[in-house]
């Protein structure tokens, strides 16, 4: 029996090949209501919005924007200089390489959410929208208008699928909802950005010198938010004012440039971290970036198991533990079992050979294993490392770790008679001790970053990318995947012992609880894991991006309480659904979860 199969009936829907919007307005005026309400957003932000500074951050004053009202003022200009863009301006053409118009709908969007988010806020807080002052419904007018004329500007819709006409009506109503997903995906999609033009040389370092100093403010303003509701807005701002960035094709343009200084962009990016703490007038925010440095750190080692070996390891923060034990028990701590007192070197080298050892002893008997049981095994270790821990106290057993109480008073550390403990004033900067040890655990992520690189390049590290893709494919081509695999396994321990040495110093105490499998405050197992998978499994900036992410939100969303793990699941579960290859992906995950884009010329080992 032949089925027939017709083209859906004509509901008032756009006729297929049609390039109108998202809603019926005409496209000259919605691109004119879009860059018009751009421009009435950044006036509005001068305009008072509500008549009391109960609310944080005093959006009481006229001529000066505060709080919230700096991140519309931001997310309006944006909006205003895409929707400029959109007009074909002389001198405007570099913002948008691949077209403004879904720019302009992300930069509308991110205006909009801020600003009705900070009037519902304003509302909730104070007791009903009669606390607004004019300039609050001006702002909250001008962002809905800009948004809904970005929404009338012309894309090409998607031709919707012919449907079964003896279908069910829940059939149906699947098929029409799959199509008209399609059509808003189409929506806010860019074209392919335009090749980037050969510039002079000092040209484009000079623009990787922008991006790394954007990138810094950006940084410093996010850790540095001082209450709930500027950090909420803030995440709104950077997420669409992003997502914008990257519709307009500049992201691909600045990462075209930065691959061909790759050297030069990893030395400034270092340069650009070290001048944060010079931004701080105090260790309250270096506090947080050590800590982010530390798990950033580790993250970048299990990516070397994880993201380019392709091993599953559910119990890395283990091999913290291990070295912050063994850096603690030789640094002169009175709770150490050992009448010992090494210098640095010799503390990290401790660290990180014991960390090494342990991970020789544990992967030699597993790593025969593969997919889910190499998951079991790791994660077993990882929880028989904190419970022995926390038996070795005297009483279950020999007093080596001091239990539950863990190894406590570790002194600070001296570095060429440099006390990292102490406040030091260097170019009329004072650096607390946070920020000194910020300074320290900045060198070890280079080196982490520098060996990941090496061995990342090297015969080695083409293995286990091989390993990763195909295992058996690997071994008959005569690569000795066990071999192949402890080696991925000892130099991602290590490296996690490295860091766990300056941890130990930084915290003073190392106990069993910190080292958990899966907890509200990172570093663990899960967290660690979740950072590779989020920033990019097999890159270099992926860990250290999805590190940071996931130390500062957890830290500035405190106020959510219990509903904290809830909201990062859901958060895990959007970018899952969204971009899985991660945020910063290499062309072949790219590939592999993107069928309809095109393969490039070239692959390399991580197919970068």
Same mark, same amino acid.
């Given at each position: ?15 297929? /090949? ?28 001068? $305009? ?19 709080? $919230? ?6 997310? #309006? ?5 895409? #929707? ?10 570099? $913002?948008?390489?691949?077209? *403004?118009?879904? %720019? ?5 969007? %991110? ?27 001006? *702002?909250? *007018? ?90 909420? @807005? ?33 030395? #400034? ?29 580790? %993250? ?9 070996? /392709? ?52 992967? %030699? ?5 593969? @997919? ?7 994660? /077993?270790? @990882? ?44 170019? @009329? ?10 300074? $320290? ?50 130099? #991602?321990?290590?490296? *996690? ?35 590779v998978v989020l920033g990019g499994m097999g890159t270099i900036a992926g860990p250290l991006i999805g590190a940071a992410l996931l130390f500062l939100i957890p830290n500035k969303l405190q106020f959510l309480d219990d509903y904290q793990l809830f909201a990062f699941g859901l958060a895990l579960v959007l970018l899952m659904r969204f971009r899985p290859e991660g945020l910063v992906a290499n062309r072949r995950r790219k590939l592999e979860f993107h069928e309809e884009a095109d393969a490039p010329a070239v692959l390399s080992k991580t197919g970068a």
């Amino acid at each position: 029996m032949t089925t027939q199969t017709t083209a859906p009936k004509n509901t008032g829907a756009p006729a297929q /090949g049609d390039t109108s919007g998202l809603i019926g307005i005409p496209a000259d005026l919605g691109r004119a209501l879009a860059t018009g309400g751009g421009i009435l957003t950044v006036v509005s932000t001068f $305009l008072a919005w509500t008549w009391t500074a109960e609310f944080p951050g005093d959006l009481t004053v006229y001529g000066y924007p505060g709080g $919230l009202q700096v991140l519309v003022l931001i997310a #309006g200009a944006v909006t205003t200089l895409f #929707g400029l863009a959109s007009y074909g301006i002389k001198g405007l053409g570099w $913002l948008a390489p691949a077209g *403004a118009d879904a %720019a302009l709908k992300f930069a509308a969007l %991110a205006a909009f959410a801020t600003t009705w988010y900070t009037i519902i806020a304003i509302s909730a807080q104070l007791g009903g929208v009669v606390n607004l002052e004019p300039g609050g419904y001006i *702002a909250a *007018a001008v962002t809905l208008i800009a948004f809904l004329g970005a929404l009338a500007l012309p894309f090409e819709r998607p031709e919707p699928d012919p449907f079964d006409p003896d279908d069910t009506g829940w059939d149906q109503f699947k098929h029409t909802s799959s199509h008209n997903w399609q059509t808003i995906r189409a929506a806010f999609a860019s074209k392919e950005p335009r090749p980037v033009r050969a510039l002079p040389s000092s040209i484009e370092i000079l623009i990787i010198v922008a991006v790394l100093a954007l990138a810094l403010l950006v940084f410093t303003y996010g850790i540095g938010t001082e209450y709930d509701e500027l950090f909420v @807005g803030f995440l709104i701002v950077s997420g669409f004012g992003f997502t914008a960035l990257h519709r307009s094709g500049l992201i691909s343009h600045a990462t075209e440039i930065t691959a061909r200084h790759q050297n030069i962009t990893i030395c #400034g990016a270092f340069i650009a971290a070290a001048c944060f703490p010079f931004t701080q007038s105090d260790d309250q925010y270096a506090t947080l970036g050590v800590y982010i440095l530390i798990f950033a750190t580790v %993250a970048l080692g299990l990516n070397i198991v994880v993201g380019l070996a /392709g091993l599953l390891d559910l119990g890395y923060v283990a091999f913290l533990g291990v070295g912050a034990y063994a850096a603690s028990m030789v640094s002169g701590s009175p709770s150490s079992p050992f009448d010992l007192h090494l210098p640095f070197w010799a503390a990290v080298l401790v660290g990180a050979a014991a960390s090494l050892i342990f991970g020789v002893l544990i992967g %030699a008997p597993t790593l025969r294993l593969r @997919g889910d049981y190499l998951a079991i095994v790791t994660l /077993g270790f @990882g929880e028989i490392f904190r419970i022995t821990a926390n038996n070795l106290d005297g009483t279950s057993g020999p007093d080596v770790t001091n239990g539950s109480n863990g190894i406590s008073s570790i002194p600070d550390l001296k570095i060429l008679g440099f006390d990292l403990g102490i406040s030091h004033d260097i170019g @009329g900067f004072t650096l607390g001790r946070f920020a000194n040890y910020f300074l $320290l655990m900045l060198i070890i992520t280079a080196v982490v970053v520098l060996v990941f690189r090496r061995s990342g390049d090297s015969r080695i590290g083409r293995a286990w990318v091989a390993i990763r893709e195909d295992e058996t494919a690997a071994l008959a081509m005569g690569i000795n995947g066990f071999r192949v695999k402890l080696i991925a396994f000892a130099v #991602g321990a290590s490296l *996690a012992g490295l860091a766990g040495t300056v941890q130990a110093h930084v915290t003073y105490t190392v106990t069993p609880e910190q080292y958990l499998f899966a907890g509200t405050t990172p570093p663990n197992s899960a967290f660690l894991l979740a950072a590779v998978v989020l920033g990019g499994m097999g890159t270099i900036a992926g860990p250290l991006i999805g590190a940071a992410l996931l130390f500062l939100i957890p830290n500035k969303l405190q106020f959510l309480d219990d509903y904290q793990l809830f909201a990062f699941g859901l958060a895990l579960v959007l970018l899952m659904r969204f971009r899985p290859e991660g945020l910063v992906a290499n062309r072949r995950r790219k590939l592999e979860f993107h069928e309809e884009a095109d393969a490039p010329a070239v692959l390399s080992k991580t197919g970068a």
